[in-house]
Structure formats: structure tokens, C-alpha cells
């Protein structure tokens, strides 16, 4: 009999990489997302019928019940960069986090992997790393034998961070501007990610276990800048910006529909991104991580100057977010 696994988020930067890889290890897979018809791009990574989309939001509860239904692994990759509206991060990455193990138990599901983020604290001043980290605390309530991971930031093609940064560099001529310069960021590769979801389904030992991955080296802000100009070709004076200015201009970007940066960013980022002392990671999955310097050229190759200009072939996204 084929096995069934829901990936929730499954048409996000991570999610179509798992899905990818549940498809071609046999499973039919659902991707509950609230977009159904916005995801059947991901029906081709299977034969006829073995990838469906589902439209899910993590906040109903009848949804998610139902899209478990027969299902013997779930993965939750549901995250959000900013609120829309207030009590967004309590409502998904909490509560909503907390439905989905609570009803994958239920529905009798074996294996629950939850995708968190290295950051999660429930002391911390920011409402993003206090809603992960109650999710967590909700999945370990409501399934004990769940795998968390937690990823510093995602990379990889169509990604939100060494592509945003790319772009800015070729938008803004002579400087690139510095937030956080010495805050530390481990950044890991989408497939290293996805590996590590395969490998806590399937590894025994994960279950019940928390997992930080991080890529081979640990970067502050300037260096990651310093990395995405010399992959790119081009020269740029990096300038420090004063905190008192960053801090009005997130105030003010907050009133975008799409904020480069908001407030709880800025928390965020006061705090290193790195992979803690002691804790398992992707060598305890079997995973040798991917290094961001020897896939950088490649990956940024269409904002070199003169170089490629063709668009990506992946899109970007959203979810892709600091970890």
C-alpha cells in the first residue's frame, strides 16, 4: 500500500523541495496550503495523481483535520516573515503550529517533522521568535515523538536573502548599506533542509529529538555582503547604518504591504543566528552541509555585471526567512 504524507506550506522555498523528495521516495503526497490552485505546479513532481494540492489554512481547524485523514507523515513548514494583521504570528506559528500535531495524533499519523527556527526563545522581545517557540512547545504537547528542526537561514535558488541582497547591490550604486554588521548568520542550503526532513522521517533515533542546522561557517552581516559582492562582480563601499535610522525607516516600512524590514526584524537580528553549542544537527541526520561560497557564483550568476541576465527559474519567496 503507498504510503500518504501532508507536507502543510508544501509550495514554499523549503516545502517544494520536500515534496520533491516524499514524491520521488514513493509517497502520495497532499500539499495543504491555502493557495491550492496557486500550487499545482508541484502535481508534475509525481506521476498522475501522486501530488495534490490541498487548500488548508493552518488556522481551521476542520481543514487541517481532514487533509490528515490516512496520512502516516506530516510536515509542518507554515511561517510568516511579518504580520499582516495583529496576533498573525500567535494565530500560525503558534496555535497553528499546535492544531497540527494535536490533530496528527489523532488521526493516528506516525511520523511529524516540524520546521521551526534557530532563534525560537520564549523570553525573547520579539513576537516572531515567541511564537516559535510556543509552537514548539505545542508540538512536543500534542505529539512528544514530533522531530523539530531548526534552520538558521535558508539559501538556495529563488531564496529571499543572498538574492535580496544581490539585487539590491545591483539597484544601489557605490554603497551597500549594513544592518547588524556583526550579528553572525550559519547560512544552510534549501537541499540540505529538505534532506533533513527526509532523514527525521525515516531515521528512527529523530523521533522525539531537536535538530539545529546550520551551514559550514558561521558569517556576520558584513561578510555575508562582502560574499554576495565578490560572487556578483561588484564593488560597493559597505557603510554601517546608525541604529536610531534603522529603526524609523523599519517604523515606516511597516506601512508597505510588503516590509524590507520591520521592527521585530530588527530584534531579530540583535541576536546571533548560529547553531548552539552541544546541540545534534545535520551530521547526527548523515548530511555533510553545502557551502555557501562554492554555490554563491552560481546561484547570484544572473547579478553579475555583464554576466548572466536571465531570470531564475525558481521564484522567490516569502517563507524563506531568517531562521
Known amino acids: 500500500m503507498q504510503h500518504v504524507a501532508t507536507v502543510f506550506g508544501g509550495s514554499g522555498f523549503i516545502g517544494r523541495q520536500v515534496v520533491q523528495r516524499l514524491a520521488r521516495a514513493g509517497y502520495a503526497v497532499r500539499v495543504a496550503v491555502r493557495d491550492a490552485e496557486g500550487a499545482h505546479t508541484l502535481w508534475t513532481q509525481g506521476n498522475l ?110 531564496d529571499s536573502f543572498f538574492n535580496r541582497f544581490a539585487g539590491m547591490a545591483a539597484r544601489i550604486p557605490w554603497v551597500m548599506p549594513v544592518v547588524a554588521g556583526g550579528t553572525r548568520f550559519q547560512p544552510v542550503h534549501v537541499d540540505d533542509v529538505a534532506d533533513a526532513v527526509m532523514a527525521a522521517i525515516t531515521r528512527p533515533e529523530a523521533a522525539g529529538m531537536t535538530y539545529e542546522l546550520g551551514g559550514p561557517r558561521a558569517m556576520t552581516m558584513r561578510e555575508v555582503l562582502a560574499l554576495v559582492l565578490q560572487a556578483t562582480g561588484r564593488r560597493r563601499r559597505l557603510v554601517a547604518m546608525p541604529p536610531g535610522l534603522i529603526a524609523f525607516q523599519a517604523r515606516i516600512a511597516e506601512l508597505l504591504p510588503n516590509p524590507p524590514i520591520t521592527r521585530d526584524q530588527l530584534i531579530l537580528l540583535q541576536r546571533d543566528n548560529v547553531v548552539s553549542e552541544g546541540v545534534p544537527g545535520l551530521a547526527a541526520l548523515g548530511i555533510e552541509p553545502k557551502s555557501a561560497e562554492a554555490i554563491l557564483p552560481l546561484l547570484l550568476a544572473r547579478f553579475r555585471t555583464g554576466g548572466r541576465s536571465q531570470p531564475s527559474r525558481y521564484r522567490s519567496d516569502t517563507d524563506s526567512h531568517l531562521r
Open 49 to 158: 495523481g501522486q501530488v495534490v494540492s490541498l487548500a488548508v489554512p493552518i488556522t481551521d481547524e476542520t481543514a487541517v483535520a481532514r487533509a490528515l485523514q490516512g496520512v502516516q507523515v506530516a510536515v509542518n513548514l507554515v511561517g510568516i516573515l511579518q504580520e499582516r494583521r495583529a496576533g498573525d504570528f500567535q494565530r500560525v506559528q503558534a496555535e497553528g503550529a499546535g492544531r497540527v500535531a494535536r490533530l496528527a495524533a489523532a488521526a493516528g499519523v506516525r511520523r511529524l517533522v516540524h520546521v521551526s527556527a534557530i532563534g525560537a526563545d520564549p523570553e525573547s522581545r520579539s513576537l516572531y521568535a515567541r511564537s516559535k517557540a510556543e509552537g514548539e512547545a505545542l508540538v512536543r504537547a500534542g505529539f512528544p515523538a514530533a522531530t523539530i528542526l531548526r534552520p538558521s537561514v535558508v539559501f538556495g535558488p529563488g
